[in-house]
């Protein structure tokens, strides 16, 4: 499986309901070859930096057609981890 | 100690917010104010309005009102004692409650999350107030 890091940019003026649905709906549609692994929130961008693992940058996008027009994709990466236990 | 969501626990936590130089510069840009709202426990008790009224790093006013029709406050954040017994506790992080929809909330969730800093900042002025709960 692949990695891949999105960059989303959020919205400006949004409600909690709205947000806790879309980010329900997405977790209960995902198909099972693919992962929302982690996100971490940039307050002083407002973006959002989502970690996945599916088989390709096409699935995943699929997995997000839902929440587009919430959170548009401005990138999207396929990445290589790095654990820094590694190095110890 | 003060009783969580008294007039008395609402002025600690107001002076508190006054005191903290952590929280006027995380908040130096915030202007908003707030209903946190104690739900009822059961149809025996009545929810509390705490009205805080929070402008650049600063508690500018604070009281418990009547009804929630009182004040129309941009932002409105309930939840029962026990959440937020967690969040002055600091067992559950506000944006995460926020986020889990564990607080409840009326109005742009997106300033708040903006303001993640001076959101914990906020908390831990709570802290700073003995606190007594009733559950």
């Known amino acids: 499986m692949a990695r891949f890091i999105i960059f989303h940019t959020g919205p400006q003026d949004v409600s909690q309901d709205v947000v806790v649905e879309a980010a329900r709906a997405v977790m209960c549609s995902l198909p099972n070859d693919v992962k929302w692994l982690n996100s971490w929130y940039v307050p002083s961008e407002n973006r959002l930096i989502c970690e996945w693992e599916a088989a390709d940058e096409k699935t995943v996008r699929s997995a997000l057609k839902e929440v587009m027009a919430l959170w548009p994709i401005e990138l999207m990466h396929e990445v290589v981890h790095i654990e820094p236990d590694w190095y110890k | 100690m003060a009783a969580f969501a008294s007039t008395e626990w609402l002025q ?124």
Request: hydrophobic residues 40%; charged residues 25%; glycine residues 4%.
């Open chain 2, 12 to 135: 600690a936590f107001h002076e508190a917010i006054n005191a903290s130089k952590a929280y006027e510069d995380a908040a130096k840009t915030w202007e908003g104010d707030f209903y946190f709202i104690v739900e009822p426990e059961s149809s025996q008790t009545k929810p509390v309005y705490m009205y805080v009224d929070l402008w650049h790093g600063k508690s500018r006013r604070v009281f418990i009102a009547k009804s929630e029709s009182e004040m129309q406050p941009e932002f409105v954040i309930s939840a029962p004692t026990n959440v937020w017994k967690k969040v002055v506790e600091k067992r559950l992080d506000p944006i995460q409650g926020l986020i889990t929809r564990q607080l409840k909330l009326k109005g742009n969730l997106a300033k708040i999350m903006r303001a993640v800093k001076a959101a914990q900042e906020l908390v831990n002025c709570t802290t700073k107030v003995q606190t007594e709960f009733s559950t």
